[in-house]
Structure formats: structure tokens, C-alpha cells
């Protein structure tokens, strides 16, 4: 425990040992007695420690935040994939990185899942979220592991951590990549209807195998971005990295209709940049505009040679894309939006795609080196334009802002952003609610923890049923 909080006061990316309830926090300000329901939160959280892997592939673990008539709860627990089982069970660790099994693991073994990034709520299911397996079901209340959900074996493989709902038909529009196997060009689409059922599941051939985080949909289209992050199977088995920058491949991005299918994806080409998150996406006439967190270079990963990418380039800025549909080019456009360094960018998700007038993202201190850790929130409107900016104290950080409507037909925007924060100097974490309209005068209520949060991925409020 003592190595465990000597590394958080350096940074918080070390996992917490340890699964809590703590049913009575303490609460800073007043929280909204209009939110009612739990702040799913997860990420990486390894039950043991891996040579050679990668931050990005450990073990999920969820936290819940329940907020109820101005008081709040907390509740943790890792999701016991068949990964995590056999891992407990050995008392060690199994796998490496990116799913590699370690030379002593049993033969038998072969799920190396963790189910860390996203977690949504969709056809009364609670669903963990990871890019190389099928959805982990959840039991809301208790964070019960309950298995893999493959909608009647209707889904196989691989499904994104990022799937898009629909907030007029109630649709899940999602994809998978290394849809064919590890390392592959193939990816897959498909869609599962309000009421849970799969109503469509299609594979296709990208220019090049690329981890392929997230991608666009909007009211009549879904975009998928191939980006030169690509992946090697040549590499991994000669020890190179699996995946690597290697910007001479240029950027493609395949653009397909809602309705149509997938053997009449155009392809559209721009400069090679890497996005791992979508603001949203809308129509324009004969044209989809899509707002996105560009980088020059893939951070966090290096080029072929294992050499690192430039720390200069390799940060996110808010970008919009332009596809132009009537034919004249199968070049996009991009242009930045602002120069701060950004990341984890939400809207109000009754806006998903469609043409949105407010947006929010976690920022890096502009004063401080500039991949620095995420310290702020930034409040945009549908053109980039700042409309509030708070930063939190030095040293601080703080996890992807969640927007939550104030009710059912509020305005757009109107309504609080939820945020995890880690308290540098305490080595805990703060649940930060602020005005989703006024970020710049700070969190109107703190819910108080214990213990910290290691940095993490993606959440999602889920109201009281």
C-alpha cells in the first residue's frame, strides 16, 4: 500500500488494490437535487503487475457514483472477466500486452479480455465496453460481473468501446476492428435496435490494418476513420511494436449510408493525423462536418523502429472535418478549431448526430508543458469558440466531463457536468459537479472519496429508473 501511494503522489495511473463501498460521502456545496442516478466510470485497473504492457490493457474496473436526493454513495469493483478469473485464481499474472498470452501460462488459456474503456446503458442492459471483445454485461446496482452479451449470437468478435445511440430511434450503431483476427484490415458494422435486437452485422476491408478507436455516425451516414496508427502482425511476432506511427500511409477515412451497405463504402483521403475521439458529427446539405480531437502523431505509441513520436505533435487539439458527398473530390478538409491541447470531448447526447450548439472537453494547462496532464474543462459552441474555461489547482487532474440534462426536455445544454478529479496534494478523488452553462465559476458541489481514482477512460450517467 505504501509503494502504491508513493507512486500516486507522482502521478495517478497506478492501479488501487482494493474493491470499497463507501455508502455515506461527504459533500462540498450542494449537489442538484435533480440528479438522481449513478456516474459509471472505467478503466485500466491491473490485478497484477505485466512485463511489457501496455497502460492501455489493464484489467477494467468500474466505479459507481450515486447520487440520490442530495446525498452520494460510491461503490468499486473490477469486472471479472475470464481473464481477471484466471489471473485470481494463478495469483498472477497470465497475459502481456494487447492479449499475449506470458510463456507459462496454461495452454487452455485464451480470453485475455479486460473490458476497461466505456461502459453505456442501452436496451436495459449495462454494458462494459472494451475494442477487442464483445460487450461484458453488468448488474447495475452491485457492478456483478454477469459475462460476455452476444445479442442471441447474432454480434461476434470484436466491438467498439465507442458505439453511437441514436437519440431519436433509440438504435445502437456500432463496429469492430481486426474484425478478421488480431492485426487484420477487417472491420465490421452493425446495429442493435432500441429493444436490444441485432438488426444488421456486415464485415469489409480497410486500406490498412489501424487501431481504429472511434468513428462517426450521423442522421444518415457512418464514417469510419483509418488512421496510419497502424498494426503489424509481421511486427508483433519479431518483437517490434504490434502497433506503430507510420505516416507515409496517409489518412483515409471510408464513408457509407445508414441504410446501404457496406460494399459501397467511398473513400475519402486527407495528411496523416490519429483521432481517438469524436465530438459529434452532423449533415450540411451535400456535406458531413465532423468535430474531432486531432493529432500531427499517434502519442503513446512509437514508429516501427520503436523510436517515439515528437511530444510536440503528439497532442489533441479540437479539429473540424469537412467531407464534401457530391463528387467533386475524395479529399476532406481539416482545420483547427483552437490551439489548446485537449481531450475526452462530450456534448449533450441528445444531440448525437445532429448539428449540436455546445460541446465540452478536458484541457491541459496551457502555461504547463504541453502534454502535460488534462487540468481543466473547456465549454464550446458549435464552432469551437470558448464560451468558459476553468482550470482546476496545479497539479490536479481531471477525467472526461460528463453532460447530464437537467430533464427530459431542458435546452440543449442546460444541465451539469460530471467529472473525477484527482486531488495531486491528497492523493484522493473528488466527484466535481459543475453548471454545464457556467464551467468558469467551478464545481458547485464535491462529492468526497476516501481514496483516489486512478486515471481512467469513459463514463456514463445512468438516471434512476
Known amino acids: 500500500m505504501q509503494q502504491d501511494a508513493t507512486a500516486a503522489r507522482r502521478h495517478n495511473l497506478g492501479p488501487i488494490p482494493f474493491e470499497a463501498d463507501a455508502p455515506f460521502l461527504k459533500i462540498i456545496g450542494e449537489l ?20 511489457g504492457a501496455h497502460w492501455f490493457v489493464g484489467d477494467g474496473m468500474l466505479h459507481a457514483f450515486h447520487l440520490e436526493n442530495g446525498r452520494a454513495s460510491y461503490r468499486n469493483r473490477w469486472i471479472r472477466t475470464p481473464k481477471w478469473l484466471a489471473e485470481h485464481d494463478a495469483g498472477r499474472a497470465l497475459f502481456g500486452g494487447f492479449g499475449r498470452k506470458l510463456p507459462d501460462a496454461p495452454a487452455n488459456l485464451t480470453d485475455g479480455g479486460v473490458a476497461n474503456t466505456n461502459i453505456i446503458f442501452h436496451a436495459g442492459k449495462l454494458l462494459a465496453l472494451e475494442e477487442a471483445h464483445l460487450p461484458t454485461e453488468i448488474e447495475p446496482d452491485t457492478l456483478a460481473t454477469r459475462g460476455y452479451h452476444n445479442y442471441q449470437g447474432r454480434v461476434a468478435g470484436s466491438f467498439t468501446a465507442h458505439p453511437k445511440m441514436d437519440p431519436v430511434t433509440g438504435e445502437l450503431v456500432f463496429f469492430g476492428y481486426n474484425a478478421a483476427g488480431p492485426l487484420t484490415p477487417v472491420l465490421s458494422y452493425g446495429s442493435i435496435d432500441a429493444s436490444g435486437k441485432a438488426t444488421r452485422f456486415e464485415r469489409f476491408e480497410a ?44 489518412a483515409y477515412v471510408g464513408v457509407i449510408k445508414r441504410k446501404g451497405s457496406a460494399k459501397d463504402i467511398v473513400w475519402f483521403r486527407a495528411e496523416a493525423c490519429y483521432v481517438f475521439h469524436v465530438m459529434n458529427a452532423w449533415e450540411d446539405g451535400n456535406r458531413i462536418i465532423a468535430d474531432v480531437m486531432q493529432f500531427e502523431e499517434a502519442p503513446l505509441f512509437p514508429h516501427p523502429d520503436g523510436r ?25 478538409q481539416q482545420a483547427y478549431l483552437d490551439d489548446l491541447t485537449g481531450e475526452f470531448p462530450r456534448i449533450d447526447d441528445r444531440r448525437a448526430g445532429l448539428r449540436n ?46 453532460f447530464v440534462e437537467r430533464s427530459k426536455d431542458a435546452a440543449e445544454g442546460d444541465g451539469w457536468l460530471l467529472a473525477v478529479v484527482w486531488r495531486a496534494r491528497e492523493s484522493r478523488s473528488d466527484l466535481a459537479v459543475f453548471n454545464a452553462g457556467d464551467v468558469e465559476a467551478g464545481p458547485v458541489a464535491l462529492v468526497q472519496l476516501g481514496h483516489r481514482v486512478p486515471d481512467g477512460f469513459h463514463g456514463n450517467w445512468v438516471g434512476a429508473r
Open 32 to 51: 442538484p437535487r435533480e440528479l438522481n442516478g449513478t456516474l459509471y466510470r472505467n478503466g485500466p485497473n491491473p490485478q497484477f503487475d505485466s512485463p
Open 357 to 402: 450548439r455546445h460541446g465540452w472537453y478536458a484541457c491541459a494547462n496551457p502555461k504547463l508543458p504541453i502534454f502535460g496532464a488534462l487540468s481543466g474543462v473547456v465549454h464550446v459552441d458549435g464552432n469551437g469558440k470558448r464560451l468558459g474555461h476553468y482550470l482546476l489547482p496545479a497539479g490536479d487532474t481531471i477525467s472526461e466531463p460528463v
Open 207 to 250: 486500406p490498412y490494418a489501424s487501431m481504429v478507436h472511434d468513428f462517426i455516425v450521423t442522421e444518415n451516414h457512418v464514417l469510419f476513420p483509418i488512421l496510419p496508427l497502424t498494426g503489424s502482425m509481421e511486427r508483433a511476432m519479431s518483437g517490434r511494436p504490434p502497433y506503430a506511427w507510420e505516416p507515409d500511409k496517409g
Open 308 to 332: 517515439p513520436t515528437d511530444p510536440e505533435k503528439s497532442r489533441a487539439r479540437h479539429c473540424r472535418w469537412t467531407f464534401d458527398l457530391s463528387g467533386d473530390t475524395d479529399r476532406f
